[in-house]
């Protein structure tokens, strides 16, 4: 089956300029050709219209750092919620990521790979995702909530989940063949310590750079499986990025020596600048975020921006993504307006959304732009991204969103 959208004005992805009066034929799943309406050429038989009406037409949209089975609670919530619930809750999730044109995600853990097949399945309406299964941490570090009141908080491991915990050369080599077992698609490891973390800092070193080799030898040189790094701290993110890790996430604390290394081995930046903001933000409206959380948030705002503004300046390939969890899922599209605060155009910011992402997740051929042969992942905003970034923070402008040739979102109906 065709379906044809027309009437609205096209941004590719591809950083062209925005085309009016612009078509996009459907075939079933994929584009089938795109171009100026004028001319353009439809075919015999049955064909579903989709009426942009004036609106503006994009890839579907892409966040490369999510948590989809959490959202931030209060801990005393969280003690006392049954572990089955999260799954129910996490249909919401999904549904609000979609509905704000995120049409694919790279999880950066806690999402097991029954969640990503209840998707694929149509069992429930999602993204398309990336699994990191469960992040690899030292004792004592970022993946540790272990209390100082000996509670431990830190999530249990089950079926399906490993337990991210591990020190040591040959710990290490065994938890990445464990996630990779678990069905992970990237490894995600914990290169430095964090804000929502109890017992450590954004600034100090986790693995020691031949525990991260190994994570790459283990998932990259054997299985063709990339490494993400969360990396706040500046020694962390230079051990990662010599390793061979594929992108650092975060960045809040990068040098130049840092920023050249990214350079010189093509690595990629996932800034999540709207992740510290979102934990002030939400100490001042309730008691959810814990005070060392809330301390180390306000600690870190300025320098992060900073930090990014510097990586963007010089050069190193960005990528978007959000920490959605940390914040609610559906408000992703945040973090363009943010990055657009530290020196991006609005076209850059909405590449970095699409073409960037798509690349940082090696899904380059089959999504990120609006070109023909690729997967049909489309959005329809009411308003134009390029004079109000910040628009596209409000769902209600994300008009139509099609996921597959399935639409999965309309608000022109």
């Known amino acids: 089956m065709y379906q044809l959208i027309k009437n609205g004005t096209l941004i590719d992805g591809t950083g062209q300029n925005a085309l009016e009066n612009a078509a996009i034929l459907l075939k079933g799943n994929r584009i089938e050709s795109v171009g100026p309406l004028d001319g353009f050429v439809t075919p015999e038989g049955e064909l579903s219209l989709i009426d942009a009406q004036g609106g503006f037409i994009l890839p579907g949209l892409f966040d490369t750092h999510v948590h989809m089975i959490m959202e931030i609670k209060d801990i005393r919530e969280s003690l006392t919620t049954p572990f089955a619930l999260k799954y129910f809750e996490a249909i919401g999730y999904m ?213 990014i503004a510097k990586a963007y300046k010089a050069g190193v390939k960005i990528a978007m993504g959000t920490d959605a969890g940390v914040m609610a899922h559906g408000t992703n599209l945040r973090e363009l307006g943010l990055m657009c605060d530290i020196g991006m155009l609005p076209m850059e910011a909405i590449l970095a959304t699409t073409k960037v992402a798509a690349e940082c997740m090696g899904w380059e051929k089959d999504l990120g732009t609006l070109e023909a042969g690729k997967l049909a992942d489309v959005v329809i905003t009411k308003t134009n991204p390029l004079e109000d970034i910040r628009s596209l923070e409000d769902t209600n402008n994300i008009a139509v969103v099609i996921k597959d040739g399935k639409i999965e979102k309309n608000l022109f109906s």
């Not at 399906?160 to 069905?183: F, H, K, T």
């Not at 093509?266 to 800034?271: F, H, N």
């Open 95 to 307: 549904k609000r990521t979609i509905d704000a044109g995120i049409t694919s995600v790279r999880d950066a853990g806690f999402t097991d790979l029954g969640v990503k097949q209840a998707v694929e399945k149509g069992l429930v309406t999602g993204p398309r995702m990336q699994l990191s299964i469960n992040p690899l941490t030292i004792t004592g570090g970022h993946g540790d909530s272990w209390m100082r009141s000996g509670i431990d908080i830190t999530s249990k491991s089950y079926p399906g989940m490993p337990s991210g915990i591990c020190d040591g050369p040959e710990q290490v080599r065994q938890r990445v063949r464990e996630m990779l077992r678990a069905g992970a698609d990237i490894i995600k490891v914990h290169a430095t310590g964090g804000v929502m973390s109890p017992t450590d800092h954004p600034e100090f070193t986790q693995y020691s750079q031949e525990e991260l080799e190994i994570m790459v030898e283990e998932a990259t040189f054997r299985r063709g499986i990339k490494v993400m790094a969360h990396a706040q701290g500046a020694a962390g993110i230079k051990n990662a990025v010599r390793a061979g890790i594929h992108s650092i996430e975060h960045g809040i604390y990068l040098d130049e020596e840092a920023i050249e290394l990214m350079l010189k081995n093509g690595t990629y930046l996932v800034p999540t600048l709207l992740a510290p903001i979102s934990v002030v933000e939400a100490s001042k409206l309730n008691e959810n975020m814990p005070e060392y959380a809330v301390q180390k948030a306000h600690e870190v705002v300025e320098a992060h921006r900073e930090s």
